[in-house]
């Protein structure tokens, strides 16, 4: 896969979908970033939703890397690291996080959540919340 600078573009939407996986296209992103000649710029993987992707498909941060570097396109990496998961526990991943809100965010992560996205109203999705810093951050001035 070819490298990618997030410095220039945000990754993909934090909704966008790969094999019943939320979050799936967008960490690839960020694993792309890391390639030789790619930049992340303020994106990472870990601590946060990508880790717990990846936590439940059961691959650790270096070994996704690696998977996305000897990948050719998303559908590889997909069927490389779906291969660990059942689609059951994908699909219910996937429902958790699309339904989690700002309220729903652990007490142990809450803080780290804050100072990257401030003080956010409860009921908020946090996928929304996502995209709207990426909103933010690219906006046209």
Known sequence: ???????????????????????????????????????????????????????MLRISEGDFA?????????????????????????ERWTAIIEALTVAGIPPETRPAFDALYGPRRPYELVLDVIASDDDAMFALT
Not at 15 to 31: E, N, W, Y
Not at 68 to 90: G, I
């Open 66 to 90: 690696e998977v996305v570097a000897a990948s050719r396109d998303d559908a590889e990496v997909a069927a490389r690291v779906c291969a660990n998961a059942s689609a059951e526990r994908r």
């Open 1 to 55: 896969m070819e490298p990618l600078d997030l410095r220039e573009h945000p990754p993909r939407a934090p909704h966008a979908i790969l094999d019943g996986v939320v979050l799936l296209p967008r960490t690839i992103d960020k694993a792309r970033a890391l390639l030789p000649g790619g930049n992340p710029g303020v994106y990472f993987i870990g601590p946060g939703l990508s880790s717990s992707l990846l936590e």
